[in-house]
C-alpha cells in the first residue's frame, strides 16, 4: 500500500531517485520541525497524552503504508503530503480488518489531522486535501474493557499502604483513595499541584483533557488520606504528590503517568488484588455512582466526560439486567443424567 511514485515532492523534472525515495522516512529528514506536518500536528494537540496516542496512531499508518509493519516508521518526516483518496480509503479498509471501531476512528481522527497539516503548509491543494479527508469514521458498539474493582478490593489495596507505616505508603493510601472516589485520570492526577486544593471548601480543581477544568469534591477517608499527606508534605508550592526515589526519599516535581501504574501494579501485588488498569479505578468511580442512583448527567460533569453517551458506556446496571433476565431460562435435566455428565464420570 504505497502512493503513485508520480507524486513526488520533487517535481517532474527532478534527478531524484524515485525508485530509491518510495515512502522512506528519510524523505522528510530534512524538514525543519516546523515545516514537517506530523510535528506541527501533534505539537496542536492539549496533553501530553493526547500527543502520545496520537503519534502511535500515526506510527501505526506510517508503517502500514512502508508494506511492512514489521518494522516502525516514525511519523516525523514521513510524506504524508503525498496521499490522496486512495490511499487513504485504503488505510481505512486496512485499519477495519485490524482494531476495534474506537480505535479505528481515533486513527482516522490523526489522520485527518495530519492531512490539514500537510495542507496548510502547502504540500498538497485544497483540492487533494479535502479528497483525501474524506474518511468516514465507521460505526460500531465494543464492551469496554478493563472491569470494575470491589468495595474490598479497594479496602486492601488501602489498608496494605497504610499498614506499612512509612511516608511512601501514606503517599500511596492518598493517591489510590483520591482516584476512586474522583474518577481522576492519571495524567489529571499527576498534574495537581497543593494550590489546586481547597481544604476548606474540601475541593479540588482538576485541568482535564482538551484544558478543560472542573471542581471535584473530597469528603470522607479520602479527605483524612490526603490531610494527612499534606500534614506530612508540608505546604510548599508544587506537585501535590511527589515522586519517590530509592531509599525512599521524595524529590520536587511531579510524578509520571508511568509512576502512578507502577504504584498500583505494586500494591496490587502486596494486597492480592487481580490485575486491574488506573483506569478502572476511574470505571469504578463511575459505576459505582451510578449503582448508587446518582443522576448520570452528574456523573458525566464529575468524570470530566464531554458526552453523557460516554459516561452511560460505563453504567453495568443494564449488565445485571441482562444476567438476570438470562437467569429467567431453564433447561430441565434429571439430576442423575446431569451427574453423569461430570468428567470424571467418563470413560
Known sequence: MTPDDSLSPYGEDSDHDEAALSLQPEWGAHLLLDQDPAAIYLASLNSENSRRVMLRSLTVIASAMQNDTSETTHPIGFPWGRLRYQHTQAIRSWLIQRYKPATVNKM????????????????????????????????????????????????????????????????????????????????????????????????????????????????????????????????????????????????????????????????ADQAGVRYFSPHDMRRTFVSDLLDAGADIATVAKMAGHANVQTTARYDRRPEETKRQAAELLHINLDDDLLAGADTDEIT
Open 108 to 267: 482516522l481522527s490523526a489522520l485527518r489531522g495530519v492531512l490539514k497539516q500537510a495542507w496548510m503548509l502547502g504540500y498538497m491543494s485544497a483540492e487533494e486535501y479535502h479528497r483525501a479527508a474524506e474518511v468516514k469514521n465507521i460505526k460500531g458498539e465494543t464492551v469496554p474493557t478493563g472491569r470494575e474493582l470491589q468495595a474490598d478490593e479497594l479496602e486492601r489495596l488501602i489498608t496494605v499502604c497504610l499498614q506499612e507505616q512509612t511516608p511512601i505508603g501514606l503517599r500511596d493510601g492518598a493517591l489510590i483513595a483520591l482516584m476512586y472516589g474522583t474518577g481522576m485520570r492519571r495524567a489529571e492526577v499527576v498534574a495537581l499541584n497543593l494550590e489546586d486544593y481547597d481544604s476548606y471548601e474540601a475541593r479540588l480543581l482538576v485541568r482535564g483533557k482538551g484544558r478543560k477544568e472542573r471542581n471535584v469534591y473530597v469528603v470522607g477517608v479520602m479527605a483524612q488520606l490526603l490531610s494527612s499527606w499534606i500534614e506530612f508534605r508540608g505546604d510548599q508550592p508544587g506537585a501535590l504528590f511527589y515522586p519517590a526515589v530509592k531509599g525512599g526519599k521524595f524529590v520536587d516535581g511531579p510524578m509520571s503517568d508511568q509512576a502512578v501504574y507502577n504504584i498500583l501494579r505494586k500494591r
